[in-house]
């Protein structure tokens, strides 16, 4: 129905960021431990006369809702518990018309959960933007990897399907303020390849997520052409910037490593390989058009 080429991930309680991305984008996904069951359920926590919850004790989140609005004025006195302050999110939940007002509540800046899990879909396009996916990470941000360092090199080697122009790359940001540069190598040969890389974009964003950058020019590649996606990052105060898949636990046990061919180096000039070294494939997807 559509491709969705970013996500941004907001920092846990960072209420001034989650306002902002409403303000831009619309709506921000967020956890709740709700103790409501239906629109019908009855909770201490939850005034039913305003349409206002609060939870506030050790369970962990249950159920997810859209934060939509708030009100930094929204009286505690409208909630069923003490509070030390006002303030509320105005979220969209979805059980219908039939809970709160019209489907929609108010969820107090003092509730345990709210604003702890935060992805803010800011990237939605038509399913004609791209004709090819290059990709390894079918299981997507699993883990990460790095050389106890902010800063990191990976490149993930695919060969092309057909004659095409290389056109995006797409990561992971595992940080907020994460600067990039991006490369393509094309005819690889090997790692002596990677010296031959050319710079396609670079810039910065200021939340973690999941990433598409377009090239400031594509890279045509011919069929059955190797070629390299290149993803240089520095993610403050990481020391494992970068996004890698594997077999972590039961959900992801049968992860795929030989899909892949992936290498990460510190530098730039000596490269290892992840799936023979790490056992894990390296999440830098590579877009093509026709």
């Known amino acids: 129905v559509k491709h969705l ?17 409403v303000f831009k984008f619309g709506g921000v996904q967020t956890s709740i431990y709700s103790s409501l069951k239906s629109s019908q359920s009855h909770s201490e926590f939850y005034n039913n006369k305003t349409n206002a919850y609060c939870y506030m004790g050790q369970e962990k989140p249950n159920h997810d809702v859209v934060i939509i ?32 007002e019209n489907g929609v509540f108010y969820v107090s800046y003092y509730d345990t959960n709210i604003g702890i899990h935060n992805v803010v879909y800011t990237k939605i396009e ?35 399907r057909e004659q095409e122009n290389i056109s995006a790359a797409g990561f992971y940001a595992l940080g907020t303020d994460t600067e990039y540069k991006v490369y393509v190598a094309g005819n690889f040969k090997g790692t002596d390849s990677f010296g031959e890389r050319e710079k396609v974009a670079e810039g910065k964003v200021n939340n973690a997520g999941y990433y598409t950058i377009p090239f400031d020019m594509p890279v045509l590649v011919q069929e059955g052409e ?18 890698i898949e594997y077999a972590a ?7 795929n490593l030989d899909d892949g061919e ?15 070294r790490q056992n894990c494939n390296l999440c830098i997807k590579a877009y093509a058009k026709k």
């Open 5 to 21: 080429q970013e996500v941004q991930i907001i920092k846990s309680k960072d209420f001034a960021r989650i306002k902002e991305a």
């Open 69 to 100: 609005g708030w009100d930094d004025n929204y009286s505690k006195e409208n909630f069923s518990v003490d509070l030390e302050g006002d303030g509320a999110f105005i979220c969209q939940n979805s059980w219908g018309n039939g809970f709160g």
């Open 126 to 160: 038509e399913i004609d933007n791209y004709d090819e996916i290059y990709q390894t990470d079918l299981c997507g941000w699993v883990g990460q990897i790095g050389f106890n360092n902010d800063h990191i090199f990976g490149a993930n080697v695919y060969t092309a």
């Open 226 to 243: 190797r070629f390299a996606v290149i993803v240089e990052l520095t993610t403050p105060d990481s020391v494992h910037p970068l996004a």
């Open 249 to 255: 636990d039961e959900t992801t046990e049968n992860v």
């Open 262 to 276: 992936g290498y990460i180096s510190m530098q730039g000039d000596v490269w290892e390989n992840v799936e023979s």
